[in-house]
């Protein structure tokens, strides 16, 4: 049912926590589930040196959380902004239909993350 | 390859190998159709007889008290249907609890969609129906009362004694279209049964529940209960059940039935001591957990605990991937989004309701098992309260 | 002991070998419920999956377009219900004909009683219904038409690509609520299969018929037909049918389905050759026979034979204690005293009726078998007709 | 389903056939199920010398037929009269409930052959 890395990330979370002197945190529920993810970034000169998540909900929104926070550590603001659901679930290998939004709550959650930064 | 170990005997028992035994010359040699005349098909319907007979002595019964179906969902569909199709002309109104099989809660609410009023029985804390709600219930136009023996999540075993007598008394007062049938598919084999000691008119059975294959089921039906038949075109079953007998899967019933009767004793023994040890050991290394349903009035081989902060999906296949199969609720509701309403039903928030994990043991469950899932556990439940924000709050 | 005859396989076959093989790890270690979320599950799941795929090559299918039932009866009484239910609003009329299978008999007289009108075609004596009688019986309020593939008492084949050209005509000319079903119960295995050929809405199967165990079936349902579920409360089977699926019968099943696949021509060749060689040893042996049914438009395992003077249990049982089995009418509807209503379809006066008698072949069946027979039958009858009022007129 | 006595007598069918020269000869049919059953009788001397039987229908008609005229032969008239369904029972191993009729009408031919005998 589900995929190797996807066991992987579920049974060995990466990035996962809170950072000391984070730039942003913000905490994002899923309207649908009441899944939730928080993403902490610590970003220098417009870079995302540091990421860290925390979730609550079923697995695909755990390993959401662990796989982004992978993807965008290193990448710039701007190349961070321009990660699409279907590149998550790409790295995660696929999703079942009905748990399609716990994809869509990562993106989402990032997407508010860097809109707080540029806010800031 | 890892320790495997099976906590999901609720779901379904794996075959006992007297009952594969038992069942195989009827998958080889003796294959005839129970309704041939010659010697194949009389060689088939005297298995099937003595099948019956044996099923019938599990629950108290007599062998024509009991129409063999496909499963405890059609048992269920068979008795509610059966009596909601007969019944209507007196009255259109049932009466259920809120912590029912999937089987029995998705009739109910077909009926509802056809002009039926159900009512659903709340819980207490302790997942227990109370009988003085059932009496307030009952209604001139009450036709039928349907509450499960046990539960299939938490393990709760109801007072259907007490509730019969009521429908007794009920009937003794001149209402005499009122039948009570009783979900015992998770029951059996796991606490003693006997029709005449619970008073019911309808009894729910599945074989695979109790360590005979999948796709066979019964219905005690009391005699003198008549029943709309829902299959219809065909003798079997006194006209009750119609389509070909599934020979080999009766006779591993019948099979597992009697093993059922003759061990059940030792099995309650058995699974209760090492649950409990289970429970212990859960409570001495896990903070925050909640366990579910009365401690007493349960099934031995049942444990159901709400770990606060996480979700069970998640320990599910983190355990999975170590080897231990466990289940959230049941594996029927299994694939919707929403959290247990039995828990729900128990009165827990819904972190509760989500954070519930199913633990069944089997007849065969070791000590060794409960202590590798003792070991494997508490990390997983760590590891994933690590990454809740939950924990962190 | 005696040589033993089976030559009841319209009835039940011996399940197949392989196909025990195939099923037996589903009896032991592999026992998951598929709709549990573990490995165990999985493995179930991976299994059901594998087999609704061989089952929907047999029939040229998809495999989401199967629903398994625990029976053909099953299958039927779903297609049927299924159907009504879904189309009373559009109107109440059922076309079928006067010589199906108990169970389609069964289920259209229930709907009569609710109010349906049905309309039963004849078939002339050759056993079959004729196309242009389906279209003079078609009505603006007809929503279902129900017609076998091949009969189980007389094996005739039905025009069922020429019925469902007609269905798409009318269809074309905004007659849209109007749904075709078959029961393909014994055509399976037999002949070949496919749903696109056939043009039909919804086909039957059941696995006992083709090497598989009883307890298992099918619906085919082609994409698009909606079908209102009579199995209640559990999201199996697209929610199209509830109850824990019989994990090691779907897998015979689907073993089944693949070998009958497989190996169809050859199983075809060989029954053919030896039921004529049979049918010819009848008619040189013995006097006043009549072979039953259309001569070519037949089933290949298939030969029902009234005797005359003489009635077919007698024979019946006179051949079983001589280690031959065979059959007078359908087994499912003996028990009864009416003399099969297919033969008198034919328009047989009832002394023929009663001396029906059916050999079925299977695909083991061997010369040996056939020439036994032909040994020992010409001696039962002729016992029978010495003792016969009838014959000594 | 069927007892041993009864197989015998359904492949071993004693007293089948016609008399040459018959004080008696009877034949009925059930009227519940068109089953026909023919039975000839030499009686002399207030005897049963002789009985032969034919019968049409289900197996149990067929044995009935055969058990009785075993029955019979040999008896004095008197003794014939007073068979009883249940002394035919008893000899050839009961029948199922909804087989009952085959049994009634040996005894009610037999009864019909007396009565025609005496109304000689
Ligand atoms: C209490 C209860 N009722 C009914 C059923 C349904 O039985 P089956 O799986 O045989 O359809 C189950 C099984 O999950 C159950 O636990
Ligand atoms: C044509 C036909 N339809 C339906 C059935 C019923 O199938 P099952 O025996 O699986 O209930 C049979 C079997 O006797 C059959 O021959
Ligand atoms: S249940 Fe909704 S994303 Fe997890
Ligand atoms: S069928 Fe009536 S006695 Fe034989």
Same mark, same amino acid.
């Not at chain 1, 550590?73 to 290998?93: I, N, P, Y």
């Not at chain 2, 010659?38 to 019964?61: M, S």
């Given at each position: 049912?589900?995929?190797?890395?996807?066991?992987?990330?579920?049974?060995?979370?990466?990035?996962?926590?809170?950072?000391?002197?984070?730039?942003?945190?913000?905490?994002?529920?899923?309207?649908?589930?009441?899944?939730?993810?928080?993403?902490?970034?610590?970003?220098?000169?417009?870079?995302?040196?540091?990421?860290?998540?925390?979730?609550?909900?079923?697995?695909?929104?755990?390993?959401?959380?662990?796989?982004?926070?992978?993807?965008?550590?290193?990448?710039?603001?701007?190349?961070?902004?321009?990660?699409?659901?279907?590149?998550?679930?790409?790295?995660?290998?696929?999703?079942?239909?009905?748990?399609?939004?716990?994809?869509?709550?990562?993106?989402?959650?990032?997407?508010?993350?860097?809109?707080?930064?540029?806010?800031? | 390859?890892?320790?495997?170990?099976?906590?999901?005997?609720?779901?379904?028992?794996?075959?006992?190998?007297?009952?594969?035994?038992?069942?195989?010359?009827?998958?080889?040699?003796?294959?005839?159709?129970?309704?041939?005349?010659?010697?194949?098909?009389?060689?088939?319907?005297?298995?099937?007889?003595?099948?019956?007979?044996?099923?019938?002595?599990?629950?108290?019964?007599?062998?024509?008290?009991?129409?063999?179906?496909?499963?405890?969902?059609?048992?269920?569909?068979?008795?509610?249907?059966?009596?909601?199709?007969?019944?209507?002309?007196?009255?259109?109104?049932?009466?259920?609890?809120?912590?029912?099989?999937?089987?029995?809660?998705?009739?109910?609410?077909?009926?509802?969609?056809?002009?039926?009023?159900?009512? /659903?029985?709340?819980?207490?804390?302790?997942?227990?129906? +109370?009988? =003085?709600?059932?009496? @307030?219930?009952?209604?001139? %136009?009450? *036709?039928?009362?349907?509450?499960?023996?046990?539960?299939?999540?938490?393990?709760?075993?109801?007072?259907?004694?007490?509730?019969?007598?009521?429908?007794?008394?009920?009937?003794?007062?001149?209402?005499?279209?009122?039948?009570?049938?009783?979900?015992?598919?998770?029951?059996?084999?796991?606490?003693?049964?006997?029709?005449?000691?619970?008073?019911?008119?309808?009894?729910?059975?599945?074989?695979?529940?109790?360590?005979?294959?999948?796709?066979?089921?019964?219905?005690?039906?009391?005699?003198?209960?008549?029943?709309?038949?829902?299959?219809?075109?065909?003798?079997?079953?006194?006209?009750?059940?119609?389509?070909?007998?599934?020979?080999?899967?009766?006779?591993?019933?019948?099979?597992?039935?009697?093993?059922?009767?003759?061990?059940?004793?030792? /099995?309650?023994?058995?699974?209760?001591?090492?649950?409990? +040890?289970? =429970?212990?050991?859960? @409570?001495?290394?896990?903070? %925050?957990? *909640?366990?579910?349903?009365?401690?007493?009035?349960?099934?031995?081989?049942?444990?159901?605990?709400?770990?606060?902060?996480?979700?069970?999906?998640?320990?599910?296949?983190?355990?999975?991937?170590?080897?231990?199969?466990?289940?959230?609720?049941?594996?029927?509701?299994?694939?919707?989004?929403?959290?247990?309403?039995?828990?729900?039903?128990?009165?827990?928030?819904?972190?509760?309701?989500?954070?519930?994990?199913?633990?069944?043991?089997?007849?065969?469950?070791?000590?060794?098992?409960?202590?590798?899932?003792?070991?494997?556990?508490?990390?997983?439940?760590?590891?994933?309260?690590?990454?809740?924000?939950?924990?962190?709050?």
């Amino acid at each position: 049912m589900y995929s190797e890395i996807f066991k992987d990330h579920l049974t060995h979370p990466r990035n996962a926590g809170e950072l000391a002197d984070p730039s942003v945190v913000v905490e994002e529920s899923n309207p649908i589930c009441g899944d939730r993810l928080r993403l902490a970034l610590r970003v220098c000169e417009g870079r995302i040196e540091e990421a860290r998540f925390l979730a609550y909900g079923c697995p695909p929104t755990l390993v959401c959380g662990s796989i982004i926070t992978e993807m965008i550590a290193g990448l710039s603001v701007q190349d961070a902004a321009r990660l699409t659901r279907q590149d998550l679930l790409d790295k995660l290998g696929g999703l079942p239909s009905r748990k399609m939004h716990a994809a869509a709550l990562a993106i989402e959650t990032l997407r508010l993350a860097l809109e707080r930064l540029r806010g800031d | 390859m890892k320790r495997r170990v099976y906590l999901d005997h609720s779901a379904t028992t794996p075959i006992d190998p007297r009952v594969v035994e038992a069942m195989l010359p009827y998958l080889t040699e003796k294959f005839g159709n129970p309704s041939s005349v010659h010697l194949f098909g009389q060689e088939a319907r005297a298995a099937v007889d003595r099948a019956r007979q044996l099923v019938a002595e599990l629950i108290g019964a007599q062998p024509q008290e009991l129409i063999f179906v496909s499963s405890g969902t059609e048992a269920n569909n068979l008795a509610i249907r059966g009596i909601a199709e007969r019944a209507a002309p007196y009255g259109r109104h049932i009466i259920t609890s809120a912590i029912e099989h999937p089987s029995v809660r998705g009739v109910c609410q077909a009926l509802e969609q056809r002009g039926w009023e159900v009512t /659903r029985l709340p819980v207490g804390e302790d997942g227990l129906v +109370r009988v =003085e709600d059932v009496r @307030a219930a009952i209604r001139p %136009d009450t *036709v039928l009362i349907t509450i499960m023996l046990a539960n299939n999540e938490i393990g709760t075993i109801q007072p259907i004694a007490e509730i019969s007598h009521l429908v007794r008394e009920e009937r003794q007062r001149g209402h005499r279209h009122l039948w009570f049938h009783t979900d015992a598919v998770q029951a059996a084999g796991r606490m003693a049964i006997n029709v005449a000691e619970l008073g019911c008119d309808l009894l729910s059975l599945s074989g695979h529940k109790l360590y005979a294959p999948k796709g066979i089921g019964a219905l005690y039906v009391r005699r003198g209960v008549q029943l709309a038949p829902q299959m219809l075109g065909g003798h079997q079953e006194r006209d009750r059940r119609a389509g070909t007998e599934a020979v080999p899967l009766i006779v591993a019933f019948g099979k597992a039935a009697e093993l059922a009767r003759q061990e059940l004793d030792a /099995r309650i023994e058995r699974m209760r001591a090492l649950r409990d +040890r289970f =429970e212990r050991g859960v @409570a001495e290394r896990i903070t %925050d957990v *909640v366990f579910n349903g009365h401690r007493e009035r349960r099934l031995p081989h049942l444990s159901n605990i709400s770990f606060r902060y996480i979700e069970g999906e998640g320990l599910l296949i983190n355990l999975d991937l170590q080897g231990i199969a466990v289940s959230t609720g049941s594996a029927c509701s299994s694939g919707t989004l929403e959290p247990s309403p039995v828990i729900r039903a128990l009165g827990r928030d819904e972190e509760l309701a989500r954070g519930a994990v199913r633990f069944s043991l089997g007849k065969d469950t070791s000590e060794e098992d409960i202590d590798y899932v003792l070991e494997v556990l508490p990390q997983a439940v760590e590891s994933l309260r690590r990454i809740s924000p939950l924990y962190h709050r």
